[in-house]
């Protein structure tokens, strides 16, 4: 390689004062080379020149950071910089022997990209000038055009543009490593609002990934409310303005949007610059506690907030009151801040149950209570309350805030269901006496009646006809058997009338003991169909008991179950003219049931279930074809339920019906 250097210490220098402006010129061309040197020296700017004749040697110069001064043979003045740092400029023919074109100028930028390069050119190659400054050229020279003055101003130029440019970068990268390590998004957009730099923080907001996919993107077209979009984005700019985004992902927030625009010298917009700051927290805890102020606004109870302090007298001044406050006491809100609790109290306040809540409060815990308020016309009145500490961040209690309801009517309700209750269990007393007197006075005498009649019927049956015995003609042995028969049945009807009665109200007052254990339900049935067999005979009617091969465990009483039987198969033969009654003990649906079936009357579907109300039966009124009490039924449904089982009817009228009853299952182990 070969170079040579000229300086003239007597011009001005680029730089600061006594530095002198490195120019590495690379030039094929020794005429044009000698051309420039001479410009250079003549011109106004003090300059020390380094020429090589091809890109490569300019390569290794700019690699290496060393000018020709450092080579053997090369001098510097005293006030040159050393000679191991880059030139401060390259002046770069486009024509060079081992390079051509744009080429040579992206190898030099690759080389050295703090160097500003001025390329010189012919005056035919302008395209490729500006071509050679879009691949990253400062400046270009046309050396047809070249004078000292041109080429010493244009060399300062691109050192003072290359230096003003790296300051930028250097603002630009500061101002990029700030706002990438802001949570708020940051952007700036240009006069059409289309994005030209947004930060990650955005992009997250977006849902656009990363930064550089927003570039070029219209702003507000991420405003989830089309109307917004005029709006904003204007010439007077926005302050903290919150808007509705929609993301790419389809995710909505709430953002606080602040722009500022910058405007050229004739006051068009150049740029909007702004922040967009996810308030969708704030938003939605502003909006709880709307929706919290309105509701305690709107509450039924009364709300009380106090301060924290003092709780020695007088105590801590009211802070807020609520409707319903000012419509239990009588006191506005007005009348209340600044007062205390304590305006409330009066003779008949509880003076223990106030030392319980200054305890509560002393110990910052919650607390609940009744006592006696007295309202602002002086009227006393009930009141239930609960008090809670507010605590701050710190955990320190900042306010007390007290939830008050008035319970006088229903302390005055308590205590009328309270002597009604012992009212209640007064009556109850007295309709237990009754039920055991009504057992002892009645059913004894009945008894009685019903021996007398039946030792009557047996007499007078047993006797001859009456001219074969001597009896005082004024007595009919047939009328008194009629009458004792009479008597007898009569007898029955009463003492069933009553066993109902006792029994229904035993179960109602849960006055009978049902033990259950494991009972046999074939075994059962077969012995109340055994017993009731004589009667159904009698009518003509024929009682059949299925009870398979084994036994049918369910729990219950057998008491309790012998008068469920007896008041269903009773009925069953009562109800039927002709035909027959069938009872059946089977397994069903995880229950042990019982089924009474006969060829009755039936009657309605639509009304057999008030058969099991007091009272009911198939046919009513005085003039009623069967007799019989309607308490049959309802005694076994309630001894059915108290059991855990159930009871249902299949019926239709002229037909028959069919009563199940279900029982739950014993166990294995519990009927064996």
Not at 38 to 51: D, F, K, N, T
Not at 76 to 83: K, L, V
Request: one cysteine or more; hydrophobic letters at 35%.
């Amino acid at each position: 390689m070969h170079g040579s250097s000229s300086s003239d210490n007597s011009k001005t220098s680029p730089h600061s004062e006594g530095e002198v402006l490195q120019v590495l010129l690379v030039e094929d061309n020794p005429g044009d080379a000698r051309l420039f040197k001479e410009y250079l020296a003549e011109g106004p700017v003090e300059a020390s020149l380094q020429h090589e004749e091809t890109l490569e040697d300019c390569l290794e110069t700019l690699r290496e950071g060393r000018t020709q001064n450092e080579r053997p043979g090369n001098e510097r003045s005293g006030n040159e910089r050393p000679r191991d740092q880059e030139p401060d400029v390259l002046a770069l023919d486009l024509g060079l022997p081992d390079s051509d074109g744009i080429e040579t100028v992206k190898a030099a930028v690759a080389a050295a990209p703090a160097v500003p390069i001025v390329v010189l050119t012919g005056r035919d190659d302008l395209q490729a000038a500006l071509k050679a400054q879009e691949a990253g050229a400062m400046e270009y020279l046309q050396k047809e055009e070249l004078t000292p003055a041109l080429v010493g101003r244009t060399l300062r130029w691109s050192v003072q543009r290359r230096g003003m440019q790296a300051k930028l970068q250097q603002r630009d990268a500061w101002i990029r490593s700030i706002t990438e390590r802001l949570s708020a998004g940051v952007f700036r957009a240009g006069p059409t609002g289309r994005i030209e730099y947004a930060n990650e923080a955005l992009a997250e907001m977006l849902g656009a990934g990363q930064a550089d996919q927003l570039i070029g993107k219209d702003l507000t077209g991420f405003y989830a409310d089309p109307t917004d979009r005029g709006r904003i984005l204007a010439k007077e700019g926005a302050s903290e303005v919150e808007i509705e985004f929609g993301g790419q992902g389809g995710s909505v927030f709430v953002g606080l949007l602040s722009v500022t625009v910058a405007y050229d010298e004739n006051g068009t917009v150049v740029h909007y610059d702004g922040t967009v700051t996810d308030i969708t927290g704030r938003v939605r805890r502003k909006k709880q506690l709307r929706m919290l102020s309105e509701a305690v606004e709107q509450a039924a109870e009364s709300v009380i907030i106090t301060e924290a302090r003092p709780l020695n007298e007088p105590g801590p001044q009211i802070q807020y009151v609520n409707s319903a406050y000012e419509e239990m006491t009588g006191y506005s809100e007005a009348e209340m801040i600044g007062e205390t609790p304590r305006v409330l109290q009066g003779p008949e306040t509880d003076r223990e149950v106030l030392d319980s809540l200054r305890e509560a409060l002393e110990a910052g815990e919650e607390w609940q209570g009744e006592t006696i308020n007295y309202r602002k016309d002086g009227a006393p009145y009930r009141v239930q309350w609960n008090v809670a500490p507010v605590r701050g961040k710190d955990g320190e209690i900042e306010h007390w805030v007290s939830v008050q309801r008035d319970v006088t009517e229903r302390k005055e309700r308590e205590q009328e269901l309270v002597e009604a209750k012992r009212e209640a269990q007064r009556m109850n007393q007295l309709k237990s006496a009754f039920l055991a007197n009504m057992s002892h006075e009645i059913r004894t005498p009945l008894t009685s009646i019903l021996g007398f009649a039946e030792a009557i019927g047996e007499e007078a049956g047993s006797a001859g006809e009456p001219e074969e015995i001597d009896l005082p003609e004024e007595i009919d042995l047939a009328a008194l058997r009629r009458f004792s028969s009479l008597i007898e049945r009569s007898g029955h009807r009463l003492m069933s009338t009553l066993t109902g009665v006792l029994n229904l109200s035993k179960l109602q007052a849960g006055e009978m003991n049902l033990d259950l254990r494991p009972v046999d339900l074939a075994t059962e049935a077969e012995e109340v169909a055994r017993e009731l067999r004589p009667r159904a005979e009698k009518n003509g009617i024929e009682l059949k008991a299925e009870t398979g091969d084994g036994p049918v465990w369910a729990r219950a009483d057998a008491g309790g179950l012998q008068i469920a039987l007896r008041n269903l198969l009773s009925n069953a033969i009562k109800y039927t003219e002709e035909g027959e009654v069938r009872v059946r003990a089977r397994r069903a649906e995880n229950m042990a049931a019982v089924e009474v079936e006969d060829t009755g009357i039936g009657m309605d579907s639509e009304t057999a279930q008030e058969l099991f109300e007091a009272f009911k039966q198939a046919s009513e009124g005085v003039g009623r074809e069967y007799e019989g009490t309607g308490l049959g039924l309802t005694v076994t449904k309630e001894v059915l339920d108290q059991m855990g089982g159930s009871i249902e009817v299949e019926t239709e009228k002229g037909e028959g019906s069919r009563f199940t009853v279900r029982l739950p299952v014993a166990g294995q182990a519990e009927g064996a």
